[in-house]
């Protein structure tokens, strides 16, 4: 089984950026679409990019523009560059397949202050 850590979280002002990376213990060349996701306090946790193996992405209509996901495939690693960033963004974010099937990792938390 995968195992997945996400890196690259931290506390951040309105406007600023981050740059989230997930690496995966092995290939993920075999997965057609990962995602980054996120939950807020109180929430429930919600897909905001995602990437097939082609390099077709989405993302959620709240981060589109701003977030942009890519791959790495000979790195086994996952990113999500994020700019502009707004306190609504403050969540704790992990990476996945789509659908997630992965025991989630850790998560890295995204604080974002206004």
């Known amino acids: 089984q995968v195992q997945l850590v996400e890196s690259g979280g931290g506390l951040v002002q309105a406007g600023g950026s981050l740059r989230l990376s997930c690496a995966a213990s092995?290939?993920?060349?075999?997965?057609?679409?990962m995602g980054w996701y996120r939950q807020a306090p109180g929430n429930q946790r919600e897909l905001v990019a995602q990437?097939?193996?082609?390099?077709?992405?989405n993302y959620a209509d709240s981060v589109k523009g701003r977030f942009t996901i890519s791959r790495d495939n000979a790195k086994n690693t996952v990113y999500l560059q994020m700019n502009s960033l707004k306190p609504e963004d403050t969540a704790v974010y992990y990476c996945?397949?789509?659908?997630?099937?992965?025991?989630w990792g850790q998560g890295t938390q995204v604080t974002v202050s206004s």
């Open positions: 990437i097939t193996s082609g390099g077709r992405t």
């Open positions: 092995r290939s993920i060349f075999g997965i057609n679409t």
């Open positions: 996945n397949a789509r659908p997630p099937y992965i025991d």
